[in-house]
């Protein structure tokens, strides 16, 4: 099983980036089901970014990558917007693995 780690998160102005890391442990990822999740408060959790695809609130915006060597999934977050204020997970695009701790993105307008 894969414990997930998620990392990166924090206060940054509207307009800013971030990078998001997510390290698998225990064992090697699935990197072609693997995708980024997001959750607002009071939401449910949505997949926002896959390697298939985005979704269309960060088309354009945010770009999903990884580094097989290091076990670790990435998302760039690029022109942040106060919509995109959540907490972010990985996993795969079925959820297969335990849901790690999260990192949050706040999102100062």
């Known amino acids: 099983q894969v414990q997930l780690v998620e990392s990166g998160g924090g206060l940054v102005q509207a307009g800013g980036s971030l990078r998001l890391s997510c390290v698998g442990y225990g064992s090697t990822f699935d990197f072609n089901s693997m995708g980024w999740y997001r959750q607002a408060p009071g939401k449910q959790r949505d997949l926002v970014a896959s390697i298939s695809g985005y979704a269309d609130s960060v088309k354009g915006r945010f770009t999903i990558s990884r580094d097989n060597a290091k076990n670790t999934l990435y998302l760039q977050m690029n022109s942040l917007k106060p919509e995109d204020a959540a907490v972010y997970y990985c996993?795969?695009?079925?959820?297969?693995?335990?849901w790690g701790q999260g990192t949050r993105v706040t999102v100062s307008s």
């Open positions: 996993n795969t695009v079925t959820g297969t693995y335990s």
